[in-house]
Nanobody, 130 residues
Framework: QVQLVESGGDVVQAGGSLRLSCTAS???????????LGWFRQVPGKEREFVAA????????DYEDSVKGRFTISRDNAKKTVALQMNSLEPEDTAVYFC????????????????????WGQGTQVTVSS
């Protein structure tokens, strides 16, 4: 059973930066590259929304329009991790951030659809103060 654990959430002032990390367990050695990965976020009363996604090899990425140029998703298949570097944070970025994974034979494009993902972490809180 694949498990995902996020870390790195914190309280930060507007304009600041945070780096979120997500570590996978239960993935046999050498197979993490079979998983498409993504980051989503959710605020109370709203649906979980797409933030960023990365293809199996890391060669292709996709971002929600409001975070383009500010956020960067990356992965380390050897360490079984996916990261989200967030710069120029805005109060509107305040949310619980979730990482997600799905085993797939599709190499590109990255997966944006929430319903396509199989595994989810428990989330990490990011709060951006104005």
């Amino acid at each position: 059973q694949v498990q995902l654990v996020e870390s790195g959430g914190d309280v930060v002032q507007a304009g600041g930066s945070l780096r979120l990390s997500c570590t996978a367990s239960g993935v046999p050695s050498g197979t993490f590259s079979r998983y498409a990965l993504g980051w989503f976020r959710q605020v109370p009363g709203k649906e979980r929304e797409f933030v960023a996604a990365i293809s199996r090899t890391g060669g292709s990425t996709d971002y929600e329009d409001s975070v383009k140029g500010r956020f960067t998703i990356s992965r380390d298949n050897a360490k079984k991790t996916v990261a989200l570097q967030m710069n120029s944070l805005e109060p509107e970025d305040t949310a619980v951030y979730f990482c997600s994974a799905r085993s797939t034979i599709i190499t590109v494009p990255p997966i944006r659809a929430r319903e396509e993902y199989t595994y989810w972490g428990q989330g990490t809180q990011v709060t951006v103060s104005s």
